[in-house]
Every structure is written in C-alpha cells, then in structure tokens.
C-alpha cells in the first residue's frame, strides 16, 4: 500500500486566493512527522512545515498552514493568499519515528501535485 | 542561513564510468541522506547515514553504490560502474536530529 498519497494530477488557483493541497498517509507506526516540500521548476527542495502526529494543534508557517486531521491520515498544506512564486510541485512527505532508527529513519514522498498561480 | 550543498549541479558521464556526487552538510547536523528523482518522479530514498556507518539503504542501493564521510565536512555518493537508468537528479540531506531534513539544490546525473 502506497504510504503517502498525493492524487490531485495539478491544482490552479487565482493569485491572492487561498489553496488546500492533499496528502493522505498510512501507517502503523504511533509516533510519525508530516512534512511538505515545495520543489520549484528550478528543482530544489525547499522545507515548508512540519507536523508531528503528537501535535495537538496544527502547524503553520507564514503563509502555511497543515490540516492535520489524524483520524482520517490527512495532512493536507493551505496556502493562502497565492503568488505567482507559489507555482511548483509539492510533495508530502512522512518520517516513521519508532523504528530503531529513530532520528535518522527516512523520508517517503508522495508523487506531488503541481500548483499553477493564474495572475 | 547554513545551506547543504551539492557539487557538481550537472555531471555528464558514459554509461559504465565511475561517478562520485559530493555533499557538504550542514556543520552541526549528524544524519546525512541521499535521495535520486528520476525525471517527472518521486523522490526515492537511496541511503541513510550516521556516526560514520550505513543506518539504512534501500533496494535502490546495490552494490555499485557506496558512500563515504571522508573527513568532517563532505559527504560523498559514488556510482562505480553507471547505468543508463542511473540519470537522475540526487539529492543529498541532513538533519541534526527530529528535525526537518533540509536538501542540497541536487545534483543532475546524465548517463550517455
């Protein structure tokens, strides 16, 4: 089973609009971090929140927030008021804390969703 | 604000020569990754590094690969004997501890 799932192929939204990007997880593990990255057409990959599944309250960052609704395994990002910089892929990502690994187990991503800004 | 950096940003190789990525951390972080995107895909955990030893690999990361920490700031991928399904775009990333992995800008690997 896919363990983070993006399904939006590409999302468009009006500048100064707000937006909500998907994420849905899987998995067995109580102890677990929700992250999304913005990836440019430039091709980096830039950190924009962070959710740890013992949050009591959502994350934000500026204009960022996280819907994180941990009955249903979303953890999907609202971007408000859009700008034209916003337009990237997005990528979900989650980090599965109780393995033995712990601090240094990996990240698995979604497939990503497209965002286009329209001025 | 302390970067991950990665060199070179474009490497062009034959298809069976040796490559090696280099990575310089972030100086205070102690968990090192490295990840591929191949074009228009995921992106895949490749390894996972940590007090000087391998903590995780996945099945991406056969025997032609190998990393290394060879002195206290860089840290290297090596491809021995590349592929034409190797191109992709690696990236390397670290964190000092339960913290967000931050990347490197990539590295774009072309096998001709």
């Known amino acids: 089973a896919q363990k983070i799932t993006q399904t939006q192929p590409g999302m468009f939204v009006q500048e100064k609009e707000a937006v909500t990007l998907d994420c849905t997880y899987d998995t067995s593990d109580p102890s677990y971090g929700l992250f999304w990255y913005k990836q440019p057409s430039s091709g980096e990959m830039i950190f924009l929140i962070y959710?740890?599944?013992?949050?009591?309250q959502n994350a934000t960052e500026g204009r960022y927030s996280l819907n994180f609704q941990k009955a249903r395994k979303s953890a999907n990002l609202v971007i408000s008021a859009s700008q034209l910089g916003d337009s990237a892929m997005y990528f979900c990502a989650m980090r599965e804390d109780s393995r033995s690994t712990g601090a240094n187990s990996k990240l698995t991503f979604g497939k990503g969703i497209t965002l286009s800004v329209r001025p | 604000e302390p970067e991950v950096t990665q060199t070179p940003s474009h490497q062009v190789t034959q298809m069976g020569q040796e490559v090696i990525l280099r990575c310089v951390p972030i100086?205070?972080?102690?968990?090192f990754y490295w990840y591929r995107q191949i074009l228009g895909q995921k992106v895949e955990f490749l390894v996972s590094f940590y007090n000087n030893e391998i903590s995780e690999k996945s099945e991406i990361f056969d025997d032609q690969f190998s990393v290394e920490r060879p002195d206290g700031s860089n840290f290297t991928l090596k491809i021995r004997s590349t592929k034409l399904e190797d191109s992709a775009m690696y990236f390397c990333?670290?964190?000092?501890?339960?913290?967000?992995?931050?990347f490197g800008d990539g590295t774009r690997l072309s096998i001709l």
């Open positions: 959710q740890g599944s013992y949050d009591q």
């Open positions: 990333a670290s964190t000092p501890g339960f913290q967000p992995q931050h």
């Open positions: 100086s205070n972080h102690l968990y």
